[in-house]
């Protein structure tokens, strides 16, 4: 009778263990909200601001190669005149994905309001 009592104290303490430890594990990330199938958006000529990102991860504005300090300046100075900006960001397939997700967390800490992104096709 001990043994079993040991037992389901052991198993109660466990689930209790994983139930806090469970409220511990949070998501850092951002929403992103995705059209609605068969809607497509009309953005003001204006209103894109267009970069482009080679195969070494550089990001280029106007033919300009850009810091990502860089980068944020020309998107604050962009969103100043227009507050509805919307950033383009064409990638080249070979590019390392860490630049992609680090231009991403610069438009997610700027607040632009519409990001999209595409792949180069290949030559």
Not at 33 to 60: I, Q, Y
Request: with cysteine.
């Amino acid at each position: 009778m001990l043994e079993t009592c040991a037992s389901s104290d052991l198993a109660f303490l466990l689930i209790i263990y994983f139930l806090v430890i469970a409220g511990f594990n949070t998501n850092i990330g951002f929403l992103v909200s995705l059209p609605e199938k068969g809607k497509s958006l009309t953005v003001a000529k204006e209103a894109l601001l267009r970069f482009d990102m080679d195969n070494r991860g550089t990001v280029f504005h106007n033919g300009v190669a850009l810091t990502l300090h860089d980068a944020e300046q020309t998107i604050t100075a962009a969103s100043g005149r227009n507050p509805n900006l919307a950033l383009l960001l064409s990638i080249d397939g070979k590019a390392p994905w860490q630049n992609v997700v680090l231009f991403t967390e610069l438009a997610q800490k700027l607040s632009v309001s519409t990001f999209s992104f595409a792949m180069k096709e290949e030559r």
